[in-house]
């Protein structure tokens, strides 16, 4: 059973940068499927951030694109995400997760993963934001 262990939340202010990281443990098998970051703010959906599939392809949401970079380590296991020139709008409760279908199914970056089924998640790590 493939574990999901995120950290870095914190608080930050606008403007400002973090970074999240996520410790797939037990993943073991042939990585072939997607990793990514989704997160959710009290009273809202479920959107996924930051996606990367087995080829390294990413995908963003629109609105961090440009701010936000996903990266895995070679051996993909690690899944980070650099968060920049942090919005209010970017607090929330951020979740990592791997989807059980294999990448080459969900798309160019992952980018028809909605995460609403076939989808393993970690705990989730907070992301406060002030001005």
């Known amino acids: 059973q493939v ?6 939340g914190d608080s930050v202010q ?6 999240l990281s996520c410790a797939a443990i037990n993943y073991a098998t ?3 499927y997607c990793m990514g970051w989704f997160r959710q703010a009290p009273g809202k959906e479920r959107e996924r951030v930051a996606s990367i599939a087995a080829d390294g392809g990413t995908d963003y949401l629109d609105s961090v694109r440009g701010r936000f970079t996903v ?7 690690r899944l980070d995400l650099q968060m920049n020139n942090i ?3 970017d607090a929330a409760t951020y979740y990592c997760a791997l989807s059980r ?6 798309g160019r970056g992952c980018r028809n993963w909605s995460g609403r089924d076939l989808t393993t998640w ?3 790590t907070q992301v406060a934001v002030s001005s």
């Open 122 to 124: 970690g705990q989730g």
């Open 14 to 19: 606008t403007g400002g940068s973090l970074k």
């Open 30 to 32: 042939e990585k072939k």
């Open 87 to 89: 919005r209010l709008e």
């Open 71 to 77: 990266s895995q380590d070679n051996t993909k296991t």
């Open 101 to 106: 279908l294999p990448s080459i199914i969900l």
């Open 3 to 8: 574990e999901l262990v995120e950290s870095g």
